[in-house]
């Protein structure tokens, strides 16, 4: 992260930096194109309340081998690491982080989203660590507190990394809102550790 200026968001029970210029915009342009080509997209199920439902976006599920993640009632096994998601992971391997997984979302225009939870599967550990990176189109990101129900809105930029830690996952949750008026993608990538 060498040159990035870095924010700290000022919430309680949290750790979590933004990162603007992670990636220069040549670079997330490159990157958001190669994605969009190479992951294995496809749209996932939720199982809510009984029922089972399309996810309103497009996921895929890369990382080490035949790594499991449950996740929204799912199990996934990982696919193979692509050459853009290497690329990716080792500018975050040279800031100090070690994912072995990623989980790619992809927004195809403003209506898709993702409605609110916390990234605490048991596989990611007690302290979750989730690198979040964005490309495309701007979206807004808010956050809720479980106890206190304060919220923090923030936009996510092309070429950006969010980085939650600490016990972010145990006290916040967070979501993707629609924003109908959008028409262009947005392809955001969270690495994580699962232990295994
Ligand atoms: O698209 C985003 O920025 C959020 C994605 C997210 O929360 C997740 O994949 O768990
Ligand atoms: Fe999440």
């Known amino acids: 992260m060498d040159g990035c200026k870095s924010l700290k ?3 309680v029970d949290a750790e979590i930096a933004y990162i603007a210029d992670f990636f220069s915009n ?3 342009d490159r990157i958001y194109t190669a ?10 199920d939720v199982h809510v309340f009984g029922k089972w439902y399309k996810t309103p976006r497009l996921q895929a599920w890369h990382g080490d081998n035949s790594l499991v993640y ?13 050459k853009t998601l290497i690329e990716v992971r080792s500018r975050l391997e040279a800031a100090g982080f070690a994912p072995n997984a990623v989980l790619a979302n992809q927004y195809r225009d403003g209506s898709d989203k993702m409605g ?3 990234d605490d599967e048991p596989e990611l550990g007690e302290q979750p660590v989730i690198l979040s990176l964005s490309f495309g189109a701007v979206r807004d990101f808010d956050l809720r507190h479980k106890k206190t129900k304060t919220t923090h809105r923030i936009s996510l930029e092309h070429g950006s990394l969010l980085v939650m830690k600490g016990s972010t996952q145990k006290f916040w949750q967070h979501q993707l809102p629609q924003r109908k008026r959008e ?7 969270t690495f994580r550790t699962i232990i295994t």
Do not use: F, V
């Open 9 to 11: 968001l000022p919430l």
């Open 26 to 28: 040549d670079e997330a």
């Open 35 to 44: 994605l969009l080509d190479e992951l294995s997209w496809h749209q996932g």
């Open 70 to 82: 449950r996740y929204s009632g799912k199990a996934l096994t990982t696919e193979p690491w692509t």
């Open 116 to 118: 609110w939870h916390s």
């Open 183 to 189: 028409k262009s993608p947005r392809i955001n990538l």
